[in-house]
């Protein structure tokens, strides 16, 4: 469980990083490629100093293609983030990035049969309930905006889906290599971004920096324990406690960091999300 709290730790971060990142108005290009730049120096290190794995490891070509398949979908998941969150709004967005996890367990059901038990179904039916208590403005969604709300849905199952498949698949003492991989991959491609959009990396703003780093500080976190995570619990367990568990750490973020206020669909909100922690963990 030490690994799902430290990878809530890291998921509370970077959201609280994109608050930060919304409040001062940053340039999100110049966020993403510090958030990858500095996951990919941080992993590195990491990588260097524990000496577990070796650079010919990454010869395994299954191995590559899913180091790549990880990066496409992770930031694709980031951007779709950031532009349904302006077309959207952050309710919106929010709900279909944390109900993710459905179409992971799904997946992971018929792909490997890891069947979810009787409790742990209901507690994600009660989580389900919770996210949408904290949804408000679905009104205000267009319908032709749907699809990247579905696409954002998708991109972060599947995130959790290639996670599980390097930890069923692949060796426990390359996984840090194998993220170091991810991450240069992600920064090359936020670079390419970067510089076709005509802007320079050394023109940031301070706070695109800082807030950058921030990000990509949590994102070590975050991608490291989740990989433990998948790779020691079963997918039943990991995706629907991450997902309620982000919802509560955020939720007192708001509150306590940025003063925000907490009304009675929100409370209700937050004990379903308690109990289906509960729940999925009996």
């Not at 939720?251 to 925000?260: D, L, P, T, Y």
Request: aromatic share 12%.
């Amino acid at each position: 469980m030490i690994y799902l709290l430290l990878t809530l730790l890291g998921s509370c971060g970077i959201s609280y990083g994109f608050k930060l990142a919304s409040i001062k108005k940053t340039d999100q290009d110049y966020i993403v490629f510090f958030n990858y730049l500095t996951a990919l120096l941080g992993m590195a290190l990491y990588w260097l100093l524990g000496q577990k794995g070796r650079i010919t490891d990454l010869k395994n070509g299954s191995m590559i293609l899913l180091a790549i398949a990880l990066m496409l979908f992770m930031f694709s998941n980031l951007s779709e983030n950031n532009a349904s969150t302006d077309k959207n709004g952050i309710n919106s967005t929010t709900f279909f990035g944390r109900i993710g996890f459905l179409p992971c367990i799904l997946l992971s059901a018929v792909i490997w049969k890891d069947l979810p038990d009787i409790w742990q179904i209901i507690g994600m039916v009660i989580l389900v309930g919770s996210l949408m208590f904290m949804l408000k403005d679905m009104k205000h969604v267009k319908s032709e905006n749907l699809w990247m709300l579905f696409s954002l849905t998708f991109t972060s199952g599947m995130v959790s889906l290639l996670n599980i498949v390097y930890g069923k698949y692949f060796s426990g003492e390359t996984e840090v290599l194998f993220l170091t991989a991810v991450f240069f991959l992600a920064a090359v491609l936020a670079a390419v971004v970067l510089l076709a959009k005509g802007k320079i990396p050394w023109k940031c703003g301070k706070n695109d920096f800082s807030v950058g780093i921030f990000i990509g500080l949590s994102n070590i976190f975050t991608t490291l324990f989740m990989l433990k995570s998948y790779t020691a619990v079963s997918a039943n367990i990991v995706a629907p406690t991450t997902a309620a568990g982000n919802m509560i750490f955020a939720a007192v973020i708001g509150k306590v960091m940025f003063k925000e206020e907490v009304n009675k669909n929100t409370v209700i909100a937050l004990v379903m999300a308690i109990a289906s922690v509960i729940l999925v963990n009996v």
